[in-house]
């Protein structure tokens, strides 16, 4: 069905299940329900994967710092998720060789243990020992499935003769093994079209939102036309991730499950930075304590994150400070290679939808998720809670069952090895700026654009690799508005609103 037919068919059906949120969370339930044959409905208010999750730093990791903080059943799961994810996505996530920089010996050994006890807020640097301790751990939790080689550990020679721009001040050099997830957006796409193709019960809408309730009734927004819809679903499931204490609000709940923090990213075109990392990343421990990255991202480098709290997921924007952090953070591990903000060409913020808690430093808070349940009347709400992109098919799974205990289903089928996309992400993941209007139309017929910059963002990597300039976004907005019948008007005000979502929220001033 296209956009226009799931509209009309929910005013004369209701789904069972309504999910609000299409970041990969909700996609993900939306995908696992429709397996099982429940009649759900999916909404966002924009489009598909353009909050929180799109911001990731496009690791499908296990979070190996996680093991200091004791959460081994999180490592684990994370670990065997990520596995599944380059096995069952082979086109769109594969192993990354991760490096870690290490420049002291027996530094931190006691970080755990005071971090238990209560008595340690930032841990002291991690030294050669630990981190040894915890690849040996990392890769025992990846189990029989070997999706990926073990780690090696360097002596100063050997790493610096590897990676001969290194700080030469390095003891060490640890390389283990995560994914790469090449595309967050173009992974959620392929997720949610795969969960349409179970038949008419699975429907999923962008640039729909919900506004109110009235009773047992929720009223729907269309945002493109203003048209308002009323659906009566039995169950609620909230994925919107940094927003659910609002979207519970809007359904007349006062909740406090969410204390989100801010992580930004820059993009950089630096092919001296860009030769020097080769195809690992590097996962190190920043002067501050923070875990920082630098990250092959095609022909670019991408280097972040920070982990600030925010209080409306709105605002994120990625500051001038942070960018300063970023350009003297690679000085630290690179001190030879020049970095400056001429080189940015995109940058990028979100926000994690973090478990709230009163611990006082950020990187302390658990990445694990959980559901809460509250009640709307006769109606559950589901809200989930937390979570990491690589666990997102786990958390699915048991939002799943809750939803089919509720309803009093049985589980027909898992996704563990279920194959994710059709084969065709592979020739629309490209490091050029080419697109043929066939595959432009394409894209418009079948992945649900509205908007130009659902385009230029998400369904492409054209804004995140720094390749757009003014005659290309005239000529995809030609031709992706002829695909889509847009007057003249319309195209004008899409490139409008496009420019100014480029320039507001990444820094990109064609």
């Known amino acids: 069905m296209d956009r226009q037919e799931i509209l009309s068919s929910i005013v004369t059906h209701s789904p069972t299940v309504l999910i609000v949120g299409g970041g990969i969370n ?111 751990f990392y890769d025992t939790f990846t189990g029989k499935t070997r999706a990926v080689p073990r780690h090696v550990f360097d002596g100063r020679q050997s790493a610096l003769k590897k990676y001969p721009r290194l700080n030469p001040a390095i003891r060490y050099a640890a390389t283990y093994y995560d994914g790469i997830l090449l595309s967050p957006e173009r992974f959620t796409i392929e997720l949610l079209l795969d969960a349409e193709k179970e038949g008419g019960h699975a429907r999923a809408l962008n640039y729909v939102s919900l506004v109110k309730v009235n009773g047992d009734k929720v009223t729907l927004k269309d945002e493109v036309t203003g048209s308002m819809y009323d659906v009566q679903p039995q169950l609620i499931i909230n994925a919107a991730g940094p927003w659910i204490d609002g979207t519970n609000r809007t359904l007349g709940l006062s909740t406090q499950y969410v204390g989100p923090t801010k992580g930004s990213h820059l993009v950089l075109d630096n092919p001296e930075l860009r030769q020097a990392i080769g195809d690992h990343e590097f996962f190190f421990e920043n002067k501050d304590g923070r875990i920082v990255l630098i990250f092959p991202l095609f022909d670019k480098v991408m280097i972040g994150t920070s982990d600030l709290p925010i209080e409306d997921p709105d605002s994120a924007r ?76 786990a958390f699915s799974e048991q939002a799943t069952d809750r939803a089919l205990a509720f309803l009093g289903w049985q589980r027909k089928t898992d996704t563990k090895s279920l194959p994710i996309g059709a084969g ?18 394409e894209m418009a017929n079948h992945e649900k654009i509205v908007h130009l910059d659902d385009l230029l963002l998400r369904r492409t990597l054209l804004g995140y690799l720094g390749q757009l300039t003014f005659p290309l976004v005239d000529e995809l907005t030609n031709a992706l508005g002829d695909a889509l019948s847009w007057t003249e008007t319309q195209k004008s005000a899409e490139k409008q609103r496009a420019l100014e979502i480029l320039a507001d929220r990444h820094g990109v001033r064609l």
């Open 424 to 441: 065709n992400t592979a020739a629309l993941i490209k490091t050029d700026p080419h697109y043929t209007r066939g595959e432009i139309g």
């Open 318 to 393: 990625c500051t001038e400070n942070e960018v300063d952090y970023f350009i003297e953070m690679v000085g630290h591990v690179f001190p030879g290679i020049n970095v400056s903000r001429e080189q940015i060409v995109f940058r990028f913020s979100g926000v994690r939808p973090l478990a709230y808690t009163k611990a006082k430093n950020a990187g302390q808070i658990t990445r694990d998720h959980h559901i809460q349940e509250d009640k709307l009347g006769n109606i559950p709400v589901y809200s989930l809670v937390g979570g990491k992109w690589t666990s997102f098919r």
């Open 26 to 136: 909700g996609v993900g339930t939306f995908r696992d329900l429709t397996l099982q044959g429940v009649d759900t409905l999916l909404i966002d208010r924009g489009d598909f994967c353009s909050g929180a999750s799109a911001a990731s730093s496009r690791m499908a990791h296990g979070g190996i710092r996680y093991l200091e903080n004791g959460e081994f059943r999180l490592v684990r799961e994370a670990v065997q998720e990520r596995n599944r994810m380059i096995q069952n996505a082979p086109s769109l996530v594969k192993p990354l060789p991760t490096t870690i920089p290490i420049f002291k010996t027996f530094s931190g050994l006691l970080n755990a243990p005071l971090k238990f006890l209560g008595l340690l807020e930032k841990p002291s640097e991690r030294g050669g020992l630990i981190i040894k301790v915890g690849l040996i």
